[in-house]
């Protein structure tokens, strides 16, 4: 297991894969690296769901980091192409959360569940001892819908083309600029600084994937969460069998993520980018899909072709999963900067 970040793959296998319970026939989708969600089919339904830590940072404001936690439980069912229904919810909360403060929180819960057409069915909250930030609990959304319009995680083809939306690193960028504002602040023009915080509510893949799959025919999406652009498509390709290539200047790259990435001395295409949508689209649709992206005013180009081979190619390089995500260690390093320059 990795210090920091999620497990890799070969922990997966060992210590999880094999202890998942009772074999049922009612799972369609089960527990696999790498894949944002799961499905239970009953009768004419699929239900899809996937759980996430939830992730407060109270140094954004309490109302901005509500937002971001809420959309991440959200967005690993979207990319299954169905909208987002019910969520679950458990805080374990750290003992000097204010109560006002959990408001806030709560209050942004309710507003993003409420645009979404979500129900908040269950859930658990509590201020306990050994609780800290970001990490205060977990929730689990779930999407109920037809099983024929799930877009399921390894449904790549040979021939597919490959959809990317905004572009490298959006979630470091927005999070570390933000975070670590006033390191940057000097050391980098302020109109990238401003652009890198800008990144922020770039930071959900929900619309992106509904957009997509409602304009379709999608035949896979992914969120290029931990370990970024390459280790989302380097799991795609995976879950399918495929290969897949990709044209690394065909990819969109927001204002300020360069200059953000190359200060927090981060790899942008290997760093944690939630909001950035990846999927596989068949060629008759391609131009249907990215003209819905665009008419949404969401980035997008397509950048790559699904091969009958295997792994990531990068410009013509092959490219590995790159199996740790440099955003943890600079986050831990620029908090200990911080501390210091206090």
Known sequence: ???????????????????????????????????????????????????????????????????????????????????????????????????AEFATVWETFDREARAFDVAVTTGHTGRYEGCNYPMVGGGTALAAGDPADVVRPDGARPGDRVVVTKGPAIEATGLLAIQFESLMRGEVPDDEADAAMDRFYDMSPVEDAL????????????DATECGIYGGLYEMARAAG????????????????????DFFGIDPWASISE???????????????????????????????????????????????????????????YMQKLDESA
């Open 1 to 99: 297991m990795p210090e920091l970040g999620k497990v890799d793959r070969e922990f997966f296998d060992e210590y999880i894969y094999p202890h998942l319970g009772a074999d049922r026939e009612d799972v369609t989708l089960g527990p696999q690296h790498g894949v944002d969600f799961g499905v239970v089919e009953f009768e004419e339904t699929a239900v899809v769901m996937a759980t996430d830590p939830i992730f407060v940072m109270p140094s954004l404001g309490f109302e901005r980091a509500a937002w971001f936690a809420v959309h991440i439980l959200m967005s690993d069912v979207a990319v299954s192409g169905l909208a987002p229904t019910h969520l679950a919810v458990d805080f374990n909360l750290p003992p000097e959360i204010t109560d």
């Open 275 to 333: 909001g950035t949508l990846l999927a596989t689209v068949d060629p008759s649709g391609v131009e249907d899909v990215l003209a819905a992206l665009e008419d949404a005013d969401i980035p997008a180009a397509e950048a790559g072709e699904v091969t009958d081979g295997s792994g990531l190619v990068v410009d013509g390089e092959p490219t590995d999963h790159p199996g740790a995500d440099p955003f943890w260690a600079a986050m831990a390093e």
């Open 211 to 222: 957009a997509a799959a409602d304009a379709g025919p999608v035949t896979a999406m992914h």
């Open 242 to 261: 495929v290969g897949i290539e990709l044209d690394r200047d065909r990819v969109p790259v927001l204002p300020g993520v360069e200059a953000a990435c």
